[in-house]
């Protein structure tokens, strides 16, 4: 037998470089180390792996599933490095304990994070940071900032966007919200998406108090300097620390204006970080054509407890990747990038939701004769509305507006839970309403026998995380056609399937026995662009809510 050998590609989420993808991370780093060593930062680089228990305290959010991991020669478990930040606190409290106070840090490395298969992302990627130990407040603060407007101005020009938020603000919220770890993860979760008509419906099952009114209003308080104003009127009476937290946004946002940097800058009150060690202050650096950040950072005030030591520090990261492949689309590509950033573009799911879809175009006055007579064209324009349609399948939607190809996107909330992604999921559109469901023949008893059950569903996430949620262990099996097939050929003891009317599943001898949630078609929209065009894309999420409601 022949052992297939895989000597001659690289594994998923890797690649090589060569020639002008070299000349262009070479560019790029070059002028970000200039900046920081004319700062006084000093280069250190950490292990490439290290010991698992470096990544694994509760206050650091990196989930084992995304680290790779290995075993040395006496069995300890070891991570390839997810992320520099954490082994950089680890060397202040070891190797650096004790030296004069700020230290000022950079690093230049690949960290290494395990993505889905198959949706496009690096799972090495390289990074440059800074890490300012030992100094906290306004000056401190202001230092990180500055540095990464540098870093954001060196590499693009002018073009850029840096958001501003402060994390405390929804720890405080969290602190004083009577729920468990799970709900606040599922709170923390719709934050970071700006899931509006999710955290709403999650929100509601609390009594109404102050508390949930902010959290509700939260991840809308984003824009210019007038957001400040409405963030204090949300905030009166509430506990005087967010007034507070408020108030030092307010004043590091006026500082940095009055730079002149005032049209970069954005501020996000819905700010909260996916890495759990920041503190406070929080910010993101945007540029166009890339539908991600490429700088984030922050306050970690708490992290070094972890180590033994307990010193204020301050930081922030660049994709040094995502800034090199820019470099050569500007100088390769710049028309074509320059005509994608001029109009809206929209990803819409094919079918059903595309007609209802055109519908409601229509009644906000758009004209859709291109829509309605399409023929095979899949790039379709809206007249007068500098707006553009693409026509996809409902996972390609997620992809092409996760990707940031599309700024925004209608599918059903199906395939976003089946598929996940990262965007805002900003507007419930009401319509494409069905809901999923747990089926078998009838009479069938599935909670109780100590066989284990098989299951079988076009949607294998959703189906594993609502058996989870019941702790119970099934065997799961994917079915592309008609899933009700499979418990008539007994295959199955059940399926977990999206019902509108249940007609056919009584037809086919089925019955509903448990109701898993409702969905309906969501529009989604591209995290970068929602920085890079918020009052385009505002002006189009409010006149299609007005239509909705």
């Known amino acids: 037998m022949t052992i297939k050998r895989y000597d001659r590609i690289t594994p998923e989420g890797t690649k090589d470089l060569l020639f002008g993808e070299c000349a262009a991370r070479r560019e790029i780093t070059e002028r970000i180390r200039t900046i920081f060593e004319e700062e006084s930062y000093h280069e250190v680089i950490t292990p490439g792996f290290e010991f698992y228990d470096v990544f694994s305290a509760s206050e650091m959010y990196f989930p084992q599933e995304s680290m790779y991991k290995a075993v040395d020669s006496r069995g300890r478990i070891m991570a390839a490095r997810p992320d520099s930040t954490i082994p950089i606190a680890r060397i202040k409290a070891t190797r650096l304990k004790g030296c004069p106070l700020p230290v000022r840090l950079y690093y230049a490395q690949c960290v290494y994070r395990q993505n889905p298969v198959l949706r496009g992302h690096s799972n090495e990627m390289m990074q440059m940071g800074v890490e300012l130990i030992g100094e906290s407040g306004f000056r401190a603060d202001m230092e990180a900032l500055t540095l990464g407007v540098k870093v954001l101005s060196a590499c693009q020009g002018e073009g850029y966007r840096l958001e501003l938020g402060h994390v405390g603000i929804f720890n405080l919220l969290m602190e004083r919200l009577d729920a468990d770890e799970d709900k606040k993860n599922q709170i923390h979760e719709m934050m970071i998406s700006k899931n509006y008509a999710g955290l709403s419906e999650k929100l509601d099952c609390f009594p109404e108090s102050q508390t949930v009114e902010i959290l509700k209003g939260l991840p809308r308080l984003f824009g210019g300097e007038e957001v400040f104003a409405q963030a204090r009127a949300l905030f009166d009476g509430y506990d005087r620390r967010l007034v507070e937290m408020c108030a030092y946004l307010e004043e590091i946002f006026r500082a940095l204006r009055d730079t002149g940097l005032s049209e970069h800058l954005i501020v996000d009150f819905g700010l909260v970080n996916q890495a759990d060690y920041y503190t406070s202050l929080a910010f993101q650096g945007y540029i166009p054509a890339i539908g ?60 059903r939701l595309e007609t209802k879809t055109t519908e409601l175009f229509e009644k906000m006055g758009f004209d859709c004769t291109n829509l309605r007579e399409k023929g095979r064209k899949l790039l379709l324009p809206i007249p007068g509305q500098n707006i553009e349609v693409v ?159």
Not at 339 to 344: A, E, I, P, T, V
Not at 481 to 498: F, Q, R, T
Request: include cysteine.
């Open 391 to 549: 026509l996809a399948k409902a996972a390609d939607v997620i992809t092409y507006v996760e990707h940031g190809v599309c700024d925004m996107g209608i599918v059903g909330l199906d395939t976003i839970m089946e598929y996940g992604g990262t965007f805002y999921e900003v507007l419930d559109l009401g319509f494409g309403r069905c809901r999923f469901a747990l089926a078998a023949p009838k009479g069938a008893d599935m909670y109780s026998g100590y066989a284990e059950k098989r299951i079988a569903s076009k949607y294998p996430k959703v189906t594993r995380a609502f058996f989870e949620e019941k702790q119970m262990d099934v065997q799961i099996i994917k079915i592309e056609g008609s899933v009700e097939l499979a418990p008539l050929l007994s295959l199955v003891d059940g399926i977990v399937d999206l019902v509108e009317t249940g007609t056919t599943l009584k037809e086919n001898g089925l019955e509903v026995l448990e109701e898993i949630r409702s969905v309906s078609a969501r529009l989604i929209v591209n995290e970068a662009s929602m920085k890079m065009k918020k009052k385009e894309i505002d002006s189009l999420i409010e006149a299609m809510q007005k239509e909705v409601e």
């Open 292 to 351: 991600e950040p490429v700088l984030s950072g922050g306050r970690y005030d708490n992290l070094l407890k972890n180590f033994g030591e307990d010193l204020p520090a301050t930081g922030f990261g660049v994709n040094v990747d995502l800034l090199s492949a820019d470099w050569m689309r500007r100088k390769e590509e710049k028309p074509r990038a320059e005509q994608k950033n001029s109009c809206l573009r929209i990803a819409l799911t094919k079918g």
